[in-house]
């Protein structure tokens, strides 16, 4: 069975950096596009970012561009958001998630949760003013 496990969130000043980690098992890394998603409190779960298998192709939601950066390590199984200038719009429970296949529009748009197989549990980010 499929295992998605997030690390690296934490408490930060706007304007500082954090890193996320998300490593998976049970799964053929490479077959599968990653993806960060968010949520917030009394808000839908969001799209972040999205890197396809091979790295090549990576996908950024407006607010989050120029800040963030996705990449992944597919001799690890591990998928990484470095985050900087971070700011308390920021603040959430940041969720990783596999794609159902090796592009990030396979089977519908980044931005639908739908589109991704498995998720993990999370990893809390809050970001003081």
């Known amino acids: 069975q499929a295992q998605v496990q997030e690390s690296g969130g934490g408490l930060v000043q706007a304007g500082g950096s954090l890193r996320l980690s998300c490593t998976t098992s049970?799964?053929?890394?490479?077959?599968?596009?990653m993806a960060w998603f968010r949520q917030a409190p009394g808000k839908e779960r969001e799209g972040v970012s999205c890197?396809?298998?091979?790295?090549?192709?990576?996908y950024y939601t407006d607010s989050v561009k120029g800040r963030f950066t996705i990449s992944r390590d597919n001799a690890k199984d591990t998928v990484y958001l470095q985050m900087n200038s971070l700011k308390p719009e920021d603040t959430a429970l940041y969720y990783c998630?596999?794609?159902?296949?090796?592009?990030?529009?396979?089977?519908?748009?980044?931005?639908?949760?739908?589109?991704?197989?498995?998720w993990g549990q999370g990893t809390q980010v809050t970001v003081s003013s």
């Open positions: 890197i396809s298998w091979s790295g090549v192709s990576t």
């Open positions: 998630a596999t794609g159902k296949g090796p592009a990030c529009t396979f089977g519908g748009s980044w931005l639908d949760p739908g589109v991704f197989g498995h």
């Open positions: 049970g799964l053929t890394f490479d077959d599968h596009a």
